[in-house]
């Protein structure tokens, strides 16, 4: 333990960020970094817990009070070599992980939980900075071969691991460049994609190969495909957005988020794109969906100069703090105010959208919404809504983004042809803690099996499944679990 008496000395702090009139100018990351002296005293906070709660907070089993402990005595190698043993990417999570692990931490139940994000970042950005994250090549080949289709998080976790196991594994991606959602889905003021590039070089230089623009099972026989490999990871993320299917919804200036927020990461990269552009520019803009997504449209609208921006959500608005219905050290859903919320938007909860109504061209014009009164049963869930009688209104907005989640993976393609079971929500059914498909040798990870998640529980699933495929294809493995971290002999 660092210093015994830290938590009790110094308050959570998080680095300075640029103030939100400057930063919506570009879509650079905003966030900047602790000076030394504040990373150590950030780092002191930690109390060493006898059950570090932190730990099993996090979906990787991170081990927090360790590294927090290498930081403090100014370790870095270590801390780095702490927390690369149980995440591939923590300068993704560093960045944009909801932080369960905090959620978690002991020094969250009366006073600010542990900075353990933040130091996590600082981490692995010192340790690139040091020369510390070197290539990991395997010292032997197993001569097997291993397809990772789709390279969101949970692929590229699944490639990294089989890779360091000795599997020689393709990556394909049906985009023009590997990243699933970090690359096209999260905005760059939120990961630059410069961040996700550094790491798609060194998986390179490890020995992985990414073959793009290939969508797997487009018209292809499957069978095929399958004999050329002896084990095959599904990865392809859970793509098919929810709609919002009423009157109106085939005008022009209704999208869905997706189709938004990909062609901005395209434009900031020069990459081209057929659609028509979709852009904020000078519009009234509503964005419905209050999560994740849809504060990235707020945040990318108002960088695209939008005249006003709002967000529609139905459910209630969540309460400020915990309640007795989500105790410590349960994920409390509070009211999230987002750093894109910071940035300009009104905010409304409790909201049924009836129509979109548009002009005699076709264009979106406005919208038809009525506030609702939710039912909320003993467990404090929001169960059934009635509309809030003579509540009707019509509000004026030239462009609407649904941001309303993904209902589950694209069926048709890949799925279809190899005729995957699935389970009762629409995601490819792999059991639980085996990730093995009803196809002999396929298996399934991240949000095509688990439905829309998080970017850690990605990297989970991709690092489990690549130990089970790993003991399927030579009998036992050698990589780490949540559970276990041996010591790996690899050449850097
Ligand atoms: C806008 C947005 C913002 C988000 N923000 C956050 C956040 O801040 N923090 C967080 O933790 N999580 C966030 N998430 C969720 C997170 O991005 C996902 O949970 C995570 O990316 C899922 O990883 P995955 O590897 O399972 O799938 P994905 O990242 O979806 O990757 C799947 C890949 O498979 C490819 N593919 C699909 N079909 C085929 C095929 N047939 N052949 C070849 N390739 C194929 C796709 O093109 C895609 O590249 C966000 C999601 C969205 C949509
Ligand atoms: S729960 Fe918080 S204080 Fe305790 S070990 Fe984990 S990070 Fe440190």
């Known amino acids: 333990m660092g210093k015994a008496t830290g938590f009790k000395e110094f308050e959570r702090e998080l680095p300075a960020k640029i103030v939100p009139a400057e930063r919506v100018k570009n879509y650079n990351e905003f966030v900047g970094n602790y000076p030394e002296e504040e990373l150590n005293r950030q780092s002191a906070r930690c109390m060493n817990c006898g059950i570090p709660f932190c730990h099993s907070g996090c979906p990787l089993g991170n081990i927090i009070p360790e590294f927090n402990d ?210 904020a520019t000078h519009k009234d803009v509503i964005v419905i969906g209050g999560g994740d997504t849809g504060s990235d449209c707020v945040g990318t609208s108002n960088r695209q100069n939008a005249s006003s921006v709002k967000q529609f959500e139905l459910m209630v608005q969540p309460p400020q703090e915990r309640n007795e219905f989500m105790p410590w050290p349960n994920y409390p859903m509070i009211l999230k105010t987002t750093s894109s919320h910071e940035e300009g938007c009104e905010r409304f909860w409790g909201i049924n959208t009836r129509a979109f109504l548009g002009d005699e061209n076709g264009a979106l014009k406005s919208i038809l919404v009525s506030d609702v009164s939710w039912e909320i049963d003993p467990l404090g869930r929001p169960v059934k809504f009635q509309e809030v009688e003579g509540s009707e209104r019509e509000i004026p907005c030239q462009l609407i983004l649904l941001a309303m989640g993904f209902v589950y993976p694209q069926h048709s393609g890949l799925l279809q042809n190899l005729e995957i079971a699935l389970d009762e929500r629409g995601n490819v059914k792999a059991v639980e803690g085996d990730y093995s498909t009803n196809i002999p040798k396929v298996f399934a990870a991240g949000d095509i099996r688990r439905g829309q998640s998080l970017v850690v529980w990605a990297i989970s699933e991709g690092r489990e499944a690549a130990r089970k495929v790993d003991e399927f294809l030579v009998g036992s493995s050698i990589l780490e679990t949540k559970d276990r971290v041996p010591n790996m002999q690899m050449n850097q």
Not at 81 to 107: D, H, K, M, W, Y
Not at 114 to 143: N, Q
Not at 154 to 182: I, S, Y
Not at 267 to 274: A, E, G
């Open 70 to 279: 290498a930081v403090y005595n100014g370790k870095w190698e270590e801390a780095y070599q702490i927390l690369s043993s149980t995440n591939n990417f923590p300068e993704f999570t560093g960045r944009i992980c909801p932080a369960p692990c905090e959620s978690a931490c002991v020094l969250g139940i009366n006073r600010p939980p542990v900075a353990i994000e933040e130091i996590e970042k600082h981490i692995i950005e010192i340790a690139f900075a040091k020369g510390f994250v070197k290539p990991l090549k395997p010292l032997l080949r197993s001569g097997k071969t291993v397809a990772v289709i789709g390279s969101g998080p949970a692929g590229l976790a699944a490639a990294v691991q089989l890779n360091k196991a000795g599997h020689l594994v393709k990556v394909f991606e049906r985009d023009d460049l590997p990243g699933g959602l970090l690359r096209y889905g999260i905005p760059d003021f939120k990961l630059e994609k410069s961040v996700l590039d550094r790491r798609i070089n060194l998986m390179e230089e490890e020995g992985i190969e990414f073959i793009c623009n290939t969508e797997v099972g487009k018209d292809q026989d499957m069978s095929e495909f399958k004999k050329s490999f002896d084990a095959v990871i599904l990865a392809t993320g859970s793509t098919i957005p929810r709609d919002l299917k009423i009157p109106g919804r085939e005008l022009s200036g209704v999208y869905f988020a997706m189709d938004f927020l990909k062609q901005q990461n395209k434009r900031n990269k020069n990459i081209s794109f057929f659609e028509d552009e979709i852009l």
